[in-house]
């Protein structure tokens, strides 16, 4: 096949990582980058807009469409697996939360064989991508390429739900991206001046006006090898194939978690068996490309509101005419936050060293697609566990690229994931009977007040349980000798030269929280990895409640 283009690095994907990735790789001038997308532009409100975060992550447009496979734990239902297909990948769709993960979290990714990817290694490069609006310089980013803020916090329900929190005997944190994670305070957004960050803003633009990065676009269906190395990678567009973008010195995969462990397999890397199963011959055997699948599930706990303030007042199509025109000439109002800016990070219960529970707290009874669940008002509480034991598969049909692939999650599949769900749900609703709440707080809208067994909440979990849209770990990241290691800890794929991953399909296991902050930390330090440089640890200790071995709060 002929040969679109060449370069020494080609990134596939621009999304989180890759567009990081991106940046980093051509910033000195040393080095040509090219950048794969398979989507098309983000220009428009339907991105750009905050607001308006319901849409992008449910048109065709800007979707690759997955779903799992019926899912025996959640009563055969297939769940929405949204992947972005345009620029910016999944930042360009996804509900502009920006949390970290806890220190914790990547001190276990080193104990489990990623080592130099401990909360000292990390830190320094999040600190380095960010630009955190009033935050503190020794815990947080100030000048980086990617724009946080905490919300606006107009509403009184956002306060309230902070307070009752307080009420209830949790922390405060000002800041659950900085020393301490834990506790009840406000939301950091990826939103800057009304626009969604995403990192096709923060840093694709900014690496393509350099002359040494462009774009190219097209659908990686395969990767191009001469003996043990990758040398490029093969497209198509419009349903065929249109050629290879070659590559002198590496292949890095950041087209995502569904995305980068399919290419692999696709390509011939991953278990010998399956890939025959797939009429795949197998290059190298890796066994756990696609294993390792995890997500976060959460619930909506939603209850009446009394008083007429909630965002269900701006559901009409009138409202929503105007709350869209406000945006589009000023950038301001309701249009201008993803309205997730309340939160709080828990306990479940003594004994347990850090979070394992998020909430994101919403002044509207409403599901993710923006459709309403009440008549009138109310508030709601999204609600899960953060370290569930479930573990899924992505497996491949054919080498054919438009057919979709198997993916099963395994939801609820362990059963401390049942005995976790409900404590969420009970402790949601002790914090909404808190007094704070009082002024505002009707009934309980779901799981309604007669859902009180066990086998009530396992049925509202069965049947109501949604995807908060976090996979990862198809492509784990771990020590050269571990046999279910997909990549080294610097991020190159174990038993082919020249090619590496380097987004949240290599997390070991899922972090606390949102992935869209790791995911991008891993693209920033994957450049380093590449460019043979490091930034040096911060031994920065994170706080740890002194009581937790006693005490839930």
Known sequence: MHVIDEADYVVVGSGSAGAALAYRLSQDGRYDVVVIEAGGTDAGPFIQMPGALSFPMNMKRYDWGYRSEPEPGLGDRRLATPRGKVLGGSSSINGMVYVRGHARDFDHWSEAGASGWAYA???????????????????????????????????????????????????????????????????????????????????????????N????????????????????????????????????????????????????????????????????????ARPGVGRNLQDHLELYIQQECTQPITLNGYLNLFAKGRVGLEWMLLHTGHGATNHFEACAFVRSD???????????????????????????????????????????????????????????????SHPDDWREFRTAIRLTREIFAQAAFAPYRGREIQPGADAQSDEDLDAFIRDHAESAYHPCGACRMGAVDDPDAVVDPDCRVIGIESLRVADSSIFPRVTNGNLNAPSIMVGEKAADHILGERLAPDHRAPWIHPDWETRQR
């Open 121 to 211: 290694d990390v830190l320094p490069y999040f600190k380095r991508l960010e630009a955190m609006e009033g935050g503190d310089a020794a815990w947080r980013g100030l000048s980086g390429p990617l724009n946080v803020k905490r919300g606006d916090m107009l509403n009184p329900l956002y306060r309230t739900f902070i307070e009752a929190g307080r009420e209830a005997g949790y922390p405060v944190t000002d800041d659950y991206n900085g020393e301490a994670q834990e506790g009840f305070g406000p939301m950091q957004q990826t939103i800057w001046r009304g626009r969604r960050w995403s990192t096709a803003n923060a840093y694709l633009r900014p690496a393509l006006r350099r002359g």
């Open 213 to 284: 990065c462009r774009l190219v676009g097209g659908e990686a269906v395969k990767l191009v090898f001469e003996g043990e190395r990758a040398v490029g990678v093969t497209l198509k567009r419009a349903r065929r194939l249109k050629g290879v973008v070659r590559a002198r010195r590496e292949v890095v995969l950041a087209a995502g978690a569904i995305n980068s462990p399919l290419l692999l397999l696709r390509s011939g890397i991953g278990d010998p068996a399956e890939l025959k199963a797939a009429g795949i011959a197998a290059k190298v």
């Open 350 to 412: 003594a004994g347990v060293e850090y979070p394992d529970i998020q909430y994101h707290f919403i002044p509207a009874a409403v599901r993710y697609d923006g459709t309403s669940a009440v008549k009138g008002h109310g508030f709601q509480a999204h609600v899960g566990p953060m370290r569930s034991k479930s573990r899924g598969s992505i497996r491949i049909r054919s080498e054919d690229p438009a057919e979709l692939p198997s993916i099963r999650f395994n939801y609820m």
